[in-house]
């Protein structure tokens, strides 16, 4: 227990000044008013008609959550290591008698806590308003999507640290993180048009599968999708793996690549940062 | 205490520290001292475990700070060039924070608020202290343990006079107290001051380590003596310059001299043996910034 303690103080210490400087607050906010905004708009436009408008409903926060919280996690990461870096109290923290793996630890957990804040925060106005104006929201969806969005978040963290931990200073560390949410949020959806296009049959089948577990975003939106019934949709190629990962199996080895993507970038960031130098 | 041994940093094709040994002893007070970009902040990096070797270790209380980094680190406070600590949390919160890091007791971090005066402050955030309240504050950190070593990159640089003196004090309370300093600074007249020992780097290698007085004798450089004259006849300074004088000139009723060591006594007999008016004699011995420039140019 007494190894977790330095996590510990680094994590309560990471969500303190999270808070503090009202990044929680307001994030919280921004989110909670664009999905809201989602909510009633989509929840009025078809007349709150129960199952498929909160189907519809949800598939707009869904896409309120694939553009918005990657893009979140990625810069509260990256900010809070790179500058803490820049700024000069990383040079006093890892002059401490802990191990540098902590440091990467104790960031993760507190900016998880402060992010989870934030998410929930505007999960809950925007889950309220649903609930007043749907007759029939349905609460098992809405929690999942709450939890994928948590899991998505988590794992873009993880991403984070892991850039900041290997970039030589904040503004390189804040170009790739925008890379990496360009091309796994905008760009990666028209690679797998293009090979749709490109292969067929089983290849293709092969593919799919293999590029849905390579981006923590698809893996988001087609185990939402599934749930809520948008998969349907997917062509029929898509249909087998889509039948698939509706079962029982399916939802396992999806939480298994979610857990995958938040675990291994984040010892993946530990291990950069725990061997590289902190120069003047 | 503190041990380099053969160390030796390169990034790329530069060479930061060149095959550096030295070793500080329990209790002692060792600066570093040299041009910017000597390698004095990178030494200091790799004893804390911030940037690593490419050969050579360097140790703690005899822990391998590569091997054995957390043993070696917790003999050592650390006050960096920019005692940066968190600007969101107040006094009080970092100095907590950093003393959970160490196992502190909230008695001992309260003591050290009180040892460096930091009590009205304690429920200030960090982001409105000044300059010099900054630096106290990361001495405070760098005590907050107790350590058996300090190591000091350029403390006063940021300090008002009344603080410079005050960090003096304090310092040569902790040497009373039996602390090995390892002190990096530009400001000669402080190491002079403060220092047992000299370590002169340049271009990453050590090129001289001794006291202020081993270095002296050791660049023979001349002597500045100041003979203040009762009445002045105007051949005291030829006979100063016959008798051995490098250098002899009257400034008003002061006679201005810089004689080498081993011709001093010869210049002052011949002065009080000519029946020259001397009311007093003022011996300044060569400075650290002397002893640094000669050693430094001679390596340029």
Not at chain 2, 220 to 227: K, Y
Request: glycine share 10%; net charge positive.
């Amino acid at each position: 227990m007494k190894q977790f303690q330095p996590v510990l103080a680094i994590a309560r210490r990471e969500l303190a000044e999270a808070i503090r400087s009202r990044w929680v607050v307001l994030t919280g906010a921004l989110f909670g008013v664009l999905a809201l905004a989602l909510s009633v708009v989509g929840m009025r436009s078809v007349g709150a008609a129960g199952f498929g408008g909160f189907s519809r409903t949800a598939i707009g926060l869904l896409n309120l959550v694939l553009y918005f919280v990657p893009l979140l996690a990625l810069l509260l990461a990256i900010n809070s290591l790179a500058a803490e870096r820049e700024e000069g109290p990383l040079e006093v923290l890892l002059a401490q008698p802990i191990a540098r793996r902590t440091v990467v630890y104790g960031k993760f957990a507190g900016l998880a806590a402060a992010l989870i804040a934030a998410l929930c925060g505007g999960f809950s106005v925007a889950g309220l308003a649903i609930g007043l104006l749907s007759a029939a929201a349905d609460v098992d969806g809405y929690t999942l999507l709450v939890l994928r969005s948590v899991a998505l978040g988590l794992a873009f963290l993880s991403l984070g640290l892991w850039i900041a931990s290997a970039a030589r200073n904040r503004l390189r560390a804040l170009t790739w993180g925008l890379l990496l949410w360009f091309a796994t949020v905008l760009l990666y959806d028209l690679l797998i048009l293009g090979l749709t296009a490109l292969l067929g049959g089983s290849l293709l089948r092969a593919a799919l599968g293999v590029l849905l577990a390579a981006n923590p975003v698809d893996l988001v939106r087609v185990s939402t999708l599934i749930h809520l019934g948008g998969a349907d949709s997917f062509g029929l190629t898509a249909q087998a793996l889509i039948g698939f990962l509706r079962g029982a199996g399916g939802s396992a080895v999806l939480a298994a690549l979610l857990a995958a993507w938040i675990v291994l970038p984040l010892l993946g960031a530990a291990h950069t940062f725990a061997r590289r130098d902190f120069a003047a | 205490m503190i041990a380099f041994d053969h160390i030796h940093k390169r990034y790329g094709s530069t060479v930061a520290i060149h095959d550096l040994s030295l070793t500080v002893e329990p209790g002692e007070t060792l600066a570093l001292v040299g041009p910017n970009g000597a390698g004095k902040t990178t030494l200091i990096r790799m004893l804390l475990g911030l940037v690593r070797p490419s050969a050579g270790s360097a140790r703690v209380g005899g822990h391998d700070v590569q091997r054995d980094g957390i043993a070696a680190r917790s003999q050592i406070g650390y006050l960096p060039q920019r005692a940066v600590l968190y600007a969101n949390l107040t006094v009080g919160e970092n100095l907590g924070f950093l003393g959970q890091l160490r196992g502190v007791a909230s008695a001992r971090v309260a003591d050290t608020i009180a040892l460096l005066r930091l009590g009205e402050l304690a429920n200030r955030p960090v982001r409105e202290l000044s300059g010099g309240t900054l630096q106290r504050l990361g001495l405070a950190q760098a005590l907050l343990a107790d350590p058996p070593v300090l190591v000091l990159d350029e403390p006063t640089i940021s300090l008002d006079p009344l603080s410079v003196a005050t960090f003096k004090t304090l310092l040569r309370q902790l040497r009373a107290a039996g602390k090995t300093v390892l002190l990096s600074s530009h400001i000669l007249g402080d190491v002079q001051e403060l220092a047992d020992r000299v370590a002169i780097l340049d271009h990453g290698r050590l090129i001289a380590l001794d006291s202020v007085g081993g270095l002296a004798r050791r660049c023979a450089l001349p002597e500045r003596i100041r003979v203040d004259l009762g009445a002045v006849d105007g051949g005291e300074a030829t006979l100063a310059r016959k008798a051995g004088a490098a250098s002899a000139a009257l400034q008003g009723s002061t006679l201005e001299i810089t004689v080498a060591r081993e011709h001093k006594l010869a210049v002052m007999r011949a002065l009080l043996n000519s029946g020259a008016a001397v009311t007093d004699i003022q011996g300044q011995p060569p400075t650290l910034e002397d002893i640094f420039t000669q050693l430094i140019s001679a390596e340029a």
